[in-house]
């Protein structure tokens, strides 16, 4: 700041304290000298590069970041807005070593000097590479790398949907080499910005498209090659998150064979090249028109050797007794057949003469025990005439009583004159 307009700025009633006392000495508030060193340092010090190690970083809720540079002797304030961050490749870590580019200006309700940040570097290794490895340990740890998450690509799709932009070579090389192999396979194109800020969200958005359609078979993403700048959106979050969410396989075919991007780790498949990723995609209709042949002919070769075998053992069989003299066989059938019945018969009259037998004496067993046989012996059975209960005893009958004597051919009834016990 000039020293005339540092002193007309101090000398403005504004910036002084009257004071009552005439020889007193000239004094500032302190607003008034925060702002001349404010102004002071952002004349002198605007557009400057500093190299410090991170420390205190810290990602307010509101998109602000804000962090301290140190490094053995002293430590500088650094603030980086919202709108600024919004590009950061990289997440800033405790103890990185950084280049931050920017203006010195003064906070003056804090009265402190920071560092508005414009750029954020890292010291050592490149800032993309950095994002790189960053955004691959996050999100390998939560498993979108993991390969048995991994889908199987359809061997005979019938449309494919390809994420990339309309008017560059990939899409050129993925339509020529898919109607060179097969041009009943049809391609779908999701024109979207490859290259550039706001590139992923098209990216992603071509990828979701897709996944509400139930005709799709396969996604192809990816673009031609170019410097990692270039195919930076392949390496973001939304992207990747877009590819693993997927339900459709995805081949990922970014740049060229040496390059690798974290949508390449994503994928289902990786192709080395958009136009290898058509030659997987795409099945060739020639190629399959030859493995039909040969299948056809490979069939026909076993049904024939198949006909050949039958016809061997047909001619063998024609050889046995059985076709050459079939009724001797069917003779023999049956008088074998004759002989069980022959024995069927004998084994049925053994048993029923077993049967007959144990049933006579059976019969005669139980004869023996028959009341009637007694009676034939001479004995006889006598019960009482009013209620035919049997007299067992003479205790059980009295005179005049009527008793009926049943004897072996009949009965009798008579009437008690007298009843007479014995002692036995």
Request: charged share 25%.
């Amino acid at each position: 700041m000039p020293a005339e307009l540092v002193k007309k700025h101090c000398q403005h009633p504004s910036n002084r304290i009257p004071s009552p006392m005439l020889n007193q000495p000239k004094a500032y508030s302190v607003a008034a000298i925060t702002r001349m060193i404010k102004a002071s340092l952002e004349e002198q010090y605007s557009d400057v590069w500093v190299e410090g190690e991170i420390s205190n970083y810290h990602h307010h809720t509101s998109g602000h970041r804000y962090l301290n540079l140190k490094d053995e002797n002293a430590v500088l304030r650094v603030v980086m807005w919202r709108s600024v961050g919004a590009y950061l490749k990289f997440e800033p870590e405790g103890g990185q070593k950084v280049l931050a580019h920017g203006d010195i200006t003064v906070y003056e309700k804090g009265g402190q000097y920071q560092l508005v940040c414009r750029k954020l570097v890292p010291v050592g290794i490149g800032e993309l590479e950095l994002a790189f490895r960053q955004l691959y340990e996050k999100l390998s740890a939560k498993g979108l790398f993991d390969e048995d998450r991994k889908q199987e690509i359809p061997q005979y799709p019938e449309k494919i949907g390809v994420v990339t932009s309309p008017t560059g070579a990939a899409i050129r090389d993925i339509i020529q080499i898919a109607q060179r192999r097969n041009d009943s396979v049809e391609l779908i194109i999701f024109p979207a910005q490859v290259q550039g800020d706001g590139a992923e969200k098209t990216i992603a958005a071509g990828i979701e498209y897709f996944n509400t359609r139930d005709d799709i078979d396969i996604i192809i993403t990816g673009r031609g090659g170019g410097s990692l700048e270039d195919l930076w959106p392949f390496n973001t979050e939304k992207v990747v998150r877009a590819i693993a969410a997927s339900r459709i396989p995805v081949i990922s075919a970014v740049g060229h064979e040496i390059d690798t991007t974290l949508s390449d780790l994503a994928a289902d498949l990786r192709a080395p090249t958009p136009s290898a990723a058509a030659e997987l995609a795409v099945w060739s209709k020639r190629e399959f028109i030859e493995d039909l042949n040969s299948l056809i002919v490979t069939q026909a070769n076993l049904l024939g050797a198949l006909i050949r075998e039958a016809r061997r053992n047909l001619r063998t069989l024609l050889t046995r007794p059985v076709f050459k003299r079939p009724y001797d066989i069917i003779n023999q059938r049956r008088q074998y057949l004759d002989n069980l019945a022959r024995l069927l018969v004998s084994a049925g009259k053994n048993r029923f003469e077993e049967s007959k037998n144990r049933l006579s004496l059976m019969l005669t067993r139980l004869g023996a025990l028959s009341p009637l046989n007694i009676l034939a012996r001479g004995y006889s059975v006598s019960r009482k005439e009013a209620d035919g209960s049997v007299i067992r005893s003479t205790r059980e009958i009295k005179r005049n009583e009527h008793v009926e004597t049943i004897l072996v051919d009949g009965s009798f009834l008579s009437v008690v004159k007298n009843v007479s016990r014995e002692k036995r």
